[in-house]
């Protein structure tokens, strides 16, 4: 199974700091991962696919990139609605979907 | 509008059985394939079981976490998603939800899903595994 491993696994940052949230695939996904936005108590939000299409709706602060076994999740310029927990996962094997661990973003 | 709305869920023994649902509206709810993705108390997002679409024959996958437990099904007729989960088990205890694949393509009047990224989610519905 491919392993997803997503860091770091909490991240303290500020309104208006520009993030970045890493995950990387213990084997080639080219560009078969999404990253999704999760609030406590509600379901996920699918924010990038294709490792860098950003989903209608979205606002463009947030960016993601790369290719093969290394992605990014990039805020630009954190707001308020932001602070949440980010997963990326990988699409490009489907037995089995593999979301990584997690990254809570908090209120420094 | 995309709506999946799940029920089913509630407190059962170990051991014990239950079906999940999952209504869907707004979409062609036989062409695109569909998966459930649970989520345990305080921790990350794992993916359950998927379908595929009708053009692309309604197969069938299973994590290894619950294959030989767990049988996903879809009532095209009623626009259903279903999910039985039989010989539960504590670490069975999460919140479930049904998640839509987005993507098609069509290629002489037939329409094949692809297992790509899930959107959009369904609300959830918890399940708890406890004596």
């Known amino acids: 199974d491919i392993q997803m491993t997503q860091s770091p696994s909490t991240l303290s940052a500020s309104v208006g700091d520009r993030v970045t949230i890493t995950c990387r695939a213990s084997?080639?996904?080219?560009?078969?991962l999404a990253w999704y936005q999760q609030k406590p108590g509600k379901a996920p939000r699918l924010l990038i696919y294709?490792?860098?299409s950003l989903e209608s709706g979205v606002p463009s602060r947030f960016s993601g990139s790369g290719s093969g076994t290394e992605f990014t999740l990039t805020i630009s310029s954190l707001q308020s609605d932001d602070f949440a927990t980010y997963y990326c996962?990988?699409?490009?094997?489907?037995?089995?979907?593999?979301f990584g661990q997690g990254t809570k973003l908090e209120i420094k | 509008e995309v709506q999946l709305l799940e029920s089913g869920g509630g407190l059962v023994q170990p051991g014990g059985s239950l079906r999940l649902s999952c209504a869907a509206s707004?979409?062609?709810?036989?062409?695109?394939?569909m998966s459930w993705v649970r989520q345990a108390p305080g921790k990350g997002l794992e993916w359950v079981s998927g379908?595929?679409?009708?053009?692309?024959?309604?197969?069938?996958y299973y994590a290894d976490s619950v294959r030989g437990r767990f049988t996903i099904s879809r009532d095209t007729s009623k626009n259903i998603l279903y999910l039985e989960m039989n010989s539960l088990r504590p670490e069975d205890t999460a919140v479930y939800y049904c998640?839509?694949?987005?993507?098609?393509?069509?290629?002489?009047?037939?329409?094949?899903?692809?297992?790509?990224?899930?959107?959009?989610w369904g609300q959830g519905t918890p399940v708890i595994v406890s004596s």
């Open positions: 084997q080639s996904i080219g560009t078969s």
């Open positions: 996962q990988q699409y490009n094997s489907y037995s089995p979907y593999i």
């Open positions: 998640a839509k694949h987005p993507g098609i393509y069509c290629n002489r009047g037939i329409c094949y899903s692809l297992l790509d990224w899930f959107d959009p």
């Open positions: 294709k490792a860098s």
């Open positions: 379908i595929s679409g009708s053009g692309s024959g309604d197969i069938t």
């Open positions: 707004g979409f062609t709810f036989s062409i695109y394939a």
